[in-house]
């Protein structure tokens, strides 16, 4: 079975990493514009590489969960691609080969200059961090303001796909949540505090009103998967 898989947040913060939809707006204790906007950015270039280095050194001292291991065991018996939301590598570490970080990835940096000048980097990011071109290295992120490149392959999967998960995502960002449009198969949705999608036919859509371990243990064991 193909089944394309769409994670967000949720998914991540049984790990223990901090997410803003549930802070007022706030990521440890940051305004998300301030630091996950192309505007801030240019404001004040300090206090962003700041915040990118506390969250690179959060992720490092966490570890994938139960339903990263579960979506990475799928493989064994299902064509599955990940599409996420989150910048973190807890999908890769826990064993998943195919995955698709639509936001960017935390442990990579690019060149300011040239976007195609992308780097593995898992220390602190400094203004004074330059590419090969002199320019400085910014977050390999994709930050609100700015374009998501890779939403169309995105969802060339998710049309292709005969299943699709939708686990720990509260479908509020947008080009991502638009995803879901773009099927006509079923879809499980698994979030705590799912959003209402009234726009899917009830025949193509199961609700699991749960965190991602319990609600994916649970999807998998219904459909036999």
């Known amino acids: ?10 998914i991540s913060a049984e790990s223990g990493l901090s997410t803003f939809r549930d802070a007022g707006g706030l990521w440890e204790g940051h305004d998300i514009y301030e630091v996950a906007s192309i505007d801030g950015y240019k404001r004040n270039p300090q206090l962003v590489l700041e915040f990118y280095n506390m969250r690179r050194k959060q992720l490092k001292e966490v570890t994938p969960n139960a339903a990263h291991y579960s979506l990475a065991a ?6 599955v691609k990940i ?19 639509l936001h ?21 990011l400094s203004q004074e961090n330059k590419c090969e071109l002199g320019s400085p290295l910014r977050p390999h992120i994709v930050w609100f303001g700015e374009e998501v490149p ?10 292709n796909c005969e299943l699709l998960l939708v686990i720990g995502t509260s479908l509020l960002v947008y080009p991502a949540a638009s995803l879901i449009h773009y099927t006509d198969c079923p879809i499980i949705y698994i979030d705590q505090n799912p959003a ?7 025949s193509k859509l199961k609700v699991y009103a749960s965190k991602a371990t319990t609600g994916l243990a649970s999807c998998i064991e219904d459909l036999r998967l």
């Open 104 to 124: 960017g990835e935390l442990f990579k940096v690019r060149s300011s200059l040239n976007p195609s000048l992308i780097y593995d980097w898992f220390d602190d």
């Open 74 to 79: 799928l493989e064994s018996k299902h064509h």
């Open 1 to 10: 079975m193909r089944i394309a898989v769409l994670t967000g947040a949720g």
């Open 196 to 202: 209402s999608i009234s726009s899917i036919p009830e």
């Open 83 to 101: 599409i996420t939301q989150n910048v973190d590598d807890l999908h890769e570490r826990a064993g998943s080969k195919s995955v698709i970080h």
């Open 150 to 159: 890779l939403i169309p392959l995105a969802a060339e999967i998710v049309a």
